[in-house]
């Protein structure tokens, strides 16, 4: 029981350092089209100002019924520029990181009327924005002990 106890202390803490890994890729920019994604590592991006990952799919429906889809991926906007605080009796520009998403998908809702539908989807964890579902951190950390628990 102690060499699981250790271990999933371990694990906790492991990837404190470093920061989160996000898909990036929007259908404006030719280099990294998101038509042209693969899921390789030539779409990945340090999110070093964000907790979070995005996803966003543009679905346009066509009166002839053609449908078309735009995805973007990137790094969670969790920063505001030209934010200031007093350090020391002085203003300086700040970089903090302010939680103003849920892990969750939501359709826009200013686009009721429109043939335009936008899903923005927010998710915490490295890569998380290149699959359909996200596995919980908790899920992996119960996973683990219970193959630990079986080897005890």
Excluded at 79 to 102: C, F, L, P, S
Aim: charged letters at 20%; aromatic letters at 12%.
């Amino acid at each position: 029981m102690n060499i699981l106890t250790s271990v999933l202390t371990f694990t906790m803490y492991w990837k404190l350092s470093w920061s989160l890994q996000c898909y990036t890729c929007d259908p404006e920019h030719t280099s990294h089209a998101c038509g042209l994604f693969d899921y390789s590592n030539k779409y990945l991006t340090e999110c070093e100002h964000s907790t979070m990952c995005f996803k966003r799919v543009t679905t346009l429906e066509f009166n002839n019924g053609l449908v078309s889809h735009s995805v973007q991926r990137g790094c969670a906007q969790q920063t505001m520029n030209g934010e200031q605080k007093k350090i020391n009796g002085k203003w300086r520009a700040t970089q903090d990181i302010h939680e103003v998403y849920d892990e969750d998908c939501f359709e826009d809702p200013s686009n009721a009327e429109r043939s335009t539908k936008t899903l923005h989807c927010y998710c915490r964890g490295d890569r998380c924005n290149g699959v359909r579902r996200t596995t919980s951190i908790f899920e992996l950390y119960a996973l683990l002990a219970l193959v630990l628990w079986n080897f005890t």
